[in-house]
């Protein structure tokens, strides 16, 4: 059937993606970090486990990654034993994490210059979008490239865009961030407010989703909203570390980003509150504390 792919990177997000293809039938390769979580998808299918990135290129024709940043990109792509090591020419490299638009084009650049094909393809729709494989995906670099992929994105995603020329889609994605922070935001002074003037959170969410305030975010985050479980589906962390992407791509661009500013500096603050691992709906606590609130399961 299809032809051997590669996937690097096993995390919250890589393990449904890489799932969603095997039983698809597609043959992966797997590689990750941390090795028993390859190994343990592997048992469920998979054609087997590799050492390094370079031994994953070395087998297959188009390569997956889904890592954590940027220096994790760098290091798995161009590192000594990445994948541009053993990459053979015409292959494909689909950097599918959340990752800067400046590494983006220069790891294609790179990975051009050896004749290998390369797309930037983050991901929108967090860990229910990744196992239920309704990501949306936005992909910069080739047409051609783009079209080479698309039958590996529909099977994990519903929303497929080839956006423009490498970059472009870590430039997409970076929007998708600064919305998704600042709809969480504000959701959460809503949440606060309302609560506080003795209305049930879960009236304000119903209430507020029949009108022009409605949003994912009050549908895919509602239960972690009502129910305060802070399981991260999307770690605060991870979202801080967006910001900081979005940020940086703002100054180049000359572009003024106050609210992703301010939602990044409230992110921080959590962090050193210890929630850096919590989803990133835990935001709601520190609007509630800021608030007068302090519930004893957010001390």
């Not at 929007?175 to 959460?188: D, T």
Request: aromatic share 4%.
């Amino acid at each position: 059937m299809p032809q051997k792919i590669g996937f690097v990177g096993l995390g919250i997000m890589g393990r449904p993606m890489a799932k969603n293809l095997m039983d698809a039938g597609y043959e992966l390769t797997l590689h990750n970090r941390t090795r028993e979580k390859a190994e343990t998808l592997a048992a469920e299918g998979a054609a087997g486990v590799a050492d390094s990135p370079r031994k994953v290129a070395e087998r297959c024709s188009i390569v997956i990654t889904m890592l954590p940043g940027p220096p994790d990109v760098e290091a798995v792509v161009a590192g000594k034993d990445g994948l541009l090591a053993g990459a053979r020419e015409n292959s494909l490299i689909v950097d599918m994490s959340t990752s800067s638009p400046a590494l983006a084009k220069d790891l294609a650049r790179h990975a051009r210059e050896r004749g290998i094909g390369m797309l930037d393809a983050p991901v929108s729709g967090g860990d229910a979008g990744a196992i239920e494989g309704t990501l949306s995906i936005m992909a910069g670099g080739s047409e051609e490239d783009f079209e080479r992929a698309r039958p590996l994105f529909e099977v994990m995603g519903e929303t497929v865009t080839h956006v423009g020329p490498p970059g472009t889609g870590q430039v997409v994605k970076a929007a998708n961030q600064v919305v998704v922070a600042l709809a969480i935001e504000a959701v959460s002074e809503a949440l606060a407010l309302g609560s506080k003037a003795g209305v049930d959170p879960e009236v304000i969410l119903d209430s507020l989703s029949g009108g022009l305030a409605a949003n994912r975010v009050m549908e895919v985050k509602r239960r972690n909203f009502l129910e305060r479980d802070f399981e991260p589906g999307g770690k605060l962390e991870f979202h801080r570390k967006d910001l900081v992407i979005a940020l940086a791509a703002a100054r180049e661009y000359g572009v003024a980003l106050p609210g992703a500013a301010m939602v990044d500096q409230m992110f921080g603050a959590l962090e050193t509150k210890g929630r850096g691992s919590w989803d990133h709906s835990s935001l709601l606590t520190l609007i509630e504390e800021l608030s007068g609130r302090k519930d004893e399961e957010d001390a």
